[in-house]
């Protein structure tokens, strides 16, 4: 069984700051990559960030300059810093990670829950 909690979301004003987290535990032999998604209301998921074994990144457009990803792979956690934060940057954000559980075993993908933010005055 392999679980991912997000934690961190919660309402911020325009211009704030949020520091999300996700911590995957259970069985986990390797984790591949993770990467933070986000949903709107009414709007597709889309990709916010992510980050591979090697510490390589990549970025929406509408992120950069603004979120860094990270990862601690000791904790098998992942972090989104969102900085200058305005109200189209509300959404549910969650975090999936491409995870092997055993040795030899397939990579499957993992969810979490999702943690909202919300950006208003």
């Known amino acids: 069984q392999v679980q991912l909690v997000e934690s961190g979301g919660g309402l911020v004003q325009p211009g704030g700051s949020l520091r999300l987290s996700c911590a995957a535990s259970?069985?986990?032999?390797?984790?591949?990559?993770m990467a933070w998604y986000r949903q709107a209301p009414g709007k597709e998921r889309e990709l916010v960030a992510a980050?591979?074994?090697?510490?390589?990144?990549n970025y929406a457009d509408f992120v950069k300059g603004r979120f860094t990803i990270s990862r601690d792979n000791a904790k098998n956690t992942v972090y989104l810093q969102m900085n200058s934060l305005g109200p189209e940057d509300t959404a549910v954000y969650s975090c999936?990670?491409?995870?092997?559980?055993?040795?030899?075993?397939?990579?499957?993908?993992?969810w979490g829950q999702g943690t909202q933010v919300t950006v208003s005055s």
């Open positions: 259970g069985s986990i032999f390797r984790i591949n990559a």
């Open positions: 980050v591979r074994s090697g510490d390589s990144t």
């Open positions: 999936n990670a491409e995870i092997v559980r055993h040795w030899g075993s397939a990579t499957n993908i993992y």
